[in-house]
């Protein structure tokens, strides 16, 4: 049985941000739309305080989780030890989108290096933090970060990554509204 904790304290937060994989679950309000759970990596991830964290969200093929917060906000965002102790957290909340020119989207692109493909920021208000055994995830060995988002994105440069952003983060799979046309 797993634990529920009052907040993100530093031992939490430091175990967390040194995390190198983390997956982010969102659902629209329709029973008939797709759920999605999605990995992130690289140094994205911020600790914002005890019942607030944060991500710098990079351009991707699609757009559900922006288009999921953006219809409701609902959010579980989850981390697993994959080193030899076991250990999993979840932190349930409320995502808000921030887009470049907004304050908040400042202030957390300046804790990560800068990325060429970096889209938006997301901000989740924690209501829960949890805990549970992770005794059934695998031991497994980290043999680096991949770089092609970054080569990708400088190949297609602003305009080209504007363009793909309005074809391709422009609507969800199940048609809500993702990112307005940047540029």
Known sequence: MGTVYDGIDDDLAAWLTAQPVW???????SAD?????????????SVLGSRRIAW?????????????L???GRVCVMFCSFETRPKIVRLHGRGTVFLPGDPAYDDVVA????????????VVDVDRVSDSCGFGV????????????????ERRGPDGLAAY????????????PGLPQQG
């Open 165 to 176: 952003r309005a074809q391709k983060n422009a609507v969800s799979i199940d048609g809500l």
């Open 70 to 72: 953006r219809e409701n």
């Open 23 to 29: 997956f982010v679950a969102t659902a629209p309000v």
């Open 56 to 68: 710098v969200d990079y351009t991707g093929s699609g757009v559900e989780t922006v288009a999921h």
């Open 138 to 153: 695998p031991v497994m060995e980290l043999v680096g970060e991949r770089d092609l988002l970054r080569l990708g994105a």
């Open 33 to 45: 739309g797709h759920v999605n759970v999605s990995p992130r990596g690289h140094d994205t991830f």
């Open 111 to 122: 804790r990560h290096p800068a990325h060429p493909s970096t889209r938006c920021v997301v």
